[in-house]
Nanobody, 120 residues
Framework: QVQLQESGPGLVKPSQTLSLTCSVSGESITANWYNWGWVRQPLGKGPEWVGYIRHSGGTYSIPSLASRAFISRDASKNQFTLQMSSVIPEDTAVYYC????????????WGKGTLVTVSS
């Protein structure tokens, strides 16, 4: 059974850097066919991709966040991390780490999510 668990601060001040870590069990983050990423959902709005890291180590962030959002991994710990710089209140959302199965083009596993609030 694959499990994903987010960790990180629940409150970040504007202009600071948000850092979230996803700890994965039950599957290696370097295994073929899977991308590992972050999806966020602002309160009252729909979910949106933030970005992902491929099994090969290549990364992608959505264009609107590409200058601020960076995803990396520590394969030895089976963890991947989101760092988002210069946060603004509009970055307030529930952040989920997810596994994306590239063969079927679906997100097949989600973490429970963690609320991050950007506020002074």
């Amino acid at each position: 059974q694959v499990q994903l668990q987010e960790s990180g601060p629940g409150l970040v001040k504007p202009s600071q850097t948000l850092s979230l870590t996803c700890s994965v069990s039950g599957e290696s983050i370097t295994a073929n066919w899977y991308n590992w990423g972050w999806v966020r959902q602002p309160l009252g709005k729909g979910p949106e991709w933030v970005g992902y890291i491929r099994h090969s180590g290549g990364t992608y962030s959505i264009p609107s966040l590409a200058s601020r959002a960076f995803i990396s991994r520590d394969a030895s710990k089976n963890q991947f991390t989101l760092q988002m710089s210069s946060v603004i209140p509009e970055d307030t959302a529930v952040y989920y780490c997810v596994r994306y199965y590239t063969k079927d083009y679906v997100i097949d596993y989600w973490g429970k999510g963690t609320l991050v609030t950007v506020s002074s």
